[in-house]
């Protein structure tokens, strides 16, 4: 995606602990309650439970990888797949073996082992000791390399230790309440020192001056009563890589305490009272990989908090009271893991985790979020929840697919009117044209084809709503991607597509007529047809692309929202988000630049051959401005929203649900119902079988009084300068075929419509 999907914008959380398996990445994240980002994952995953029967056959289960069913490559592609039970189940099922590997929650693992951290050196429990010395009275033990020291009730070191070839020095439960300047001094060179219980309250600012002369690795100071570290604790040439500070009492560090530890890797600092820290605190640690401050009393992580840390890989802010994250207050590009498990964290911004580039695994569980969805359709993770957001998309919503009663009875007028207009125009029975307009009425017929098609998908959908009326929610998933949602898919896009390239094509005839009307043309039925073939195949084509199974449009590709549109405007950076852009943006952009510029073209051309018969100039040159401009600015108003909004998801902006509603079945359809009207309904043939089915019923004498109307004998008189050629007769009726229609026309039309039905 081109969002990267680790940007954070719409991430997806549930409200119970979810573990989510990630091949990419060969790690397990842990997930609750909070949507927000672009790390995008199919909830409905989530849902799949180990008591729900098998879908189909042991020996058909999963054969194309279905919801709960998992590929033995990791890609699903070209690939055997199996159900979600056979997973890290300690059988190979795969050839490969994927199916057992990545079984292991490592970091879940170590995060653990940190808690519960076990005693230094208790791996060695049963080794000899291997250091040459005699340790007086016993009083010390001695295992391997490691020397414990444990209770004894020293008040200082021992100075009968050996000064060099200790592994760790374990001091643990003596009585060190200050450490002073020189309390180091007896101090051999060991590589880890553990001072843990020792009742150490006080540390002297210089009082680890001794460690630049050793090669002192890891200090432990836990479960002390230290509550302030001073500044410059540590001196240069320090080469300390752990630093263990937990279970004390530290409400304050100094901004130097630090300083000189260029070569420190991890530094705990759980269960303190740390409430806030400045950035300068931890600016020195420029190795720093692990970083714990978990169970403190931080309640803001702010953007002067925590500074930037290149090498930072696990960062545990858990068990705190945290209710607040900045938007630039988590800097670390190599980070990991980052834990934020309970805290009383609401709401996080988008932005939040934009510059954490590497996160694997983000732990949340235990939080306040109010379960904010990117989608609503994944509020069926949590229908034991009150309130989940958002409660739609605009179009639909938990209970209704056309949540809005306008959007309902503007779905049934749009597909009524292209159904049965569209219908009209097909049954043939008020043409009356000439052998010279075949190949026009033609491209009509295919024309009114194809907005009936749209009709048809109107009132599937239509239909569709009324069918899950109440209980939406309930049939989201198995709508959107049930075999109905697809054809829906189809019907919209094939009849979006071509009529789009038919209107091109009737635009592009009537160019080639009015530019050229002395130019013979002799009507050829294998010319129309063969342009309609391929103009039908194309359609087809494109239409038909997203239901063969080619990976790059994923499973669902109309299933992506609950009309099934391709037009992804909701999320624009969907799988085969360049598909849908060619579709409504460059084919919809070529032709109404193409629409625009030829009915200009013609403009000028009608006023050109007009010239000569100035009296009879004006008014009809209004009356052909008019009825073009009526074509164009149709056109402009089904496919400039279309392109402008898609642009702009696209671009980043945030669109409207209301909008997007619209532009779905108010906007895209509003051509299927007007093209009939444009391009038949109101033409000059249309209007004399009106005359004559009028004159059968008893209207005649109102009719005839207007056979005559001041539009067509403007137009006719404008034209009988030109010689008198067949071309001639072709450019008069087509002209007068796009005559403007006026009220009567219009009362008229409706009142045969409702004799006949």
């Known amino acids: 995606m081109r969002k990267v999907l680790l940007s954070f914008e719409s991430l997806l959380f549930v409200t119970s602990l979810l573990v989510i398996q990630l091949p990419m990445c060969k790690l397990a994240a842990s997930v609750q309650g909070f949507a927000g980002g672009s790390f995008m994952y199919n909830v409905a995953n989530l849902l799949y439970s180990p008591d729900t029967p098998a879908r189909v056959n042991l020996d058909r289960e999963c054969a194309k990888c279905e919801i709960g069913c998992f590929s033995c490559n990791g890609t699903g592609v070209n690939s055997e797949c199996i159900p979600q039970r056979k997973n890290c189940d300690d059988v190979v099922d795969c050839e490969n073996g994927f199916d057992e590997k990545d079984c292991v929650d490592h970091v879940g693992n170590e995060f653990w082992d940190h808690l519960f951290r076990k005693s230094p050196g208790a791996e060695i429990d049963t080794l000899d000791c291997s250091l040459d010395f005699t340790i007086e009275n016993k009083t010390c033990v001695c295992k391997a390399d490691n020397i414990m020291c444990t209770f004894k009730g020293f008040t200082q070191i021992p100075n009968f230790l050996p000064p060099n070839g200790i592994a760790m020095l374990d001091l643990t439960g003596n009585k060190y309440p200050v450490l002073s300047k020189d309390f180091f001094e007896t101090l051999p060179n060991v590589r880890e020192l553990v001072l843990k219980h020792c009742n150490i309250e006080t540390i002297h600012p210089h009082a680890f001056e001794k460690l630049k002369n050793i090669t002192l690795e890891t200090l432990h100071l836990n479960q002390n009563k230290i509550r302030t570290l001073p500044n410059h604790l540590f001196p240069n040439g320090t080469v300390l890589e752990n630093l263990i500070l937990s279970g004390n009492a530290i409400h304050e560090m100094h901004s130097t305490c630090f300083k000189n530890l260029e070569h420190l890797i991890e530094l705990d600092l759980r269960d303190n009272e740390i409430k806030t820290l400045n950035r300068h605190v931890l600016s020195p640690l420029k190795k720093l990989q692990k970083l714990y401050l978990n169970e403190n009393h931080i309640t803001r992580v702010t953007n002067d908090m925590l500074p930037r840390l290149d090498s930072l890989i696990t ?38 985790f934009i510059r954490l580039p590497s996160l694997l695994g983000l732990y949340l569980r235990n939080n306040r979020f109010q379960t904010n969805f990117t989608h609503f359709s994944l509020c069926r993770a949590a229908m034991h929840v009150r309130v989940c957001e958002p409660r739609g998309d605009g179009i639909s919503s938990a209970k209704h697919l056309l949540d809005n009663i306008v959007l309902r009875t503007s779905v049934w007028i749009m597909a009524s009117i292209g159904i049965f207009g569209n219908l009209l125009v097909l049954s043939g029975q008020f043409f009356g044209g000439t052998r010279t307009h075949a190949e026009h009425l033609t491209y009509l017929r295919h024309l009114a084809a194809s907005d009936l098609i749209m009709g048809i998908y109107l009132a599937i959908i239509a239909t569709t ?14 709508w959107r991607h049930s075999l109905p949602c697809g054809i829906c898919g189809f019907l919209s896009t094939l009849s979006c597509q071509s009529s789009t390239l038919l209107l091109t094509l009737v635009t592009w005839d009537r160019l080639i007529s009015v530019i050229r009307p002395l130019k013979p043309r002799p009507p050829s039925k294998a010319r129309a047809m063969t342009r309609l073939t391929i103009l039908w195949s194309i359609s087809s084509t494109a239409a038909l692309l997203p239901l063969m199974g080619i990976p790059y449009f994923g499973d669902y590709f109309y299933g992506n929202n609950g009309v099934c549109l391709s037009l992804h405007i909701h999320d624009p950076y969907a799988r085969g988000w360049e598909y849908s852009a060619a579709i409504f943006i460059l084919v919809n952009t070529l032709s109404l630049l193409f629409i625009v510029i030829s009915y200009l073209r013609m403009l000028k051309a009608i006023k050109t051959t007009g010239e000569a018969m100035r009296s009879t100039l004006s008014g009809r040159e209004n009356i052909v401005a008019r009825r073009f401009a009526v074509i164009v600015a149709t056109d402009c ?68 009084s207007q056979s005559n109307n001041g539009f067509e004998s403007t137009l006719g008189t404008s034209l009988k300068h030109l010689p008198s050629n067949g071309s001639q007769r072709r450019l008069l009726q087509r002209q007068k075929s796009g005559l403007y229609p006026t009220r009567k026309h219009l009362i008229l039309v409706l009142k045969i419509i409702l004799t006949l039905f």
């Open 315 to 352: 960062l545990s802010l858990a068990h705190n009271q945290i209710n607040y994250i900045g938007q630039n207050a988590l800097d670390f590009p190599r980070l990991q893991h980052l834990f934020l498990s309970n805290n009383q964290i609401e709401y996080i911004d988008d932005s939040v």
């Open 465 to 478: 709503d009324i069918r899950f009326r109440g209980v939406y929610l309930q049939h989201d998933e198995e």
């Open 637 to 704: 108003i089904c496919w400039l929203p279309v392109i402008v909004v898609k642009l702009a998801a696209l671009g980043g902006v945030s669109i409207s649900p209301f909008i997007y509603a619209w532009l779905a079945v108010l906007v895209l359809p509003i051509n299927s119902a007007l093209n009939p009207i444009i391009y038949t309904l109101t033409t000059a043939q249309f209007k004399q079988q009106i005359r004559r089915f009028c004159y059968r019923r008893g209207y005649g004498a109102t009719i005839e």
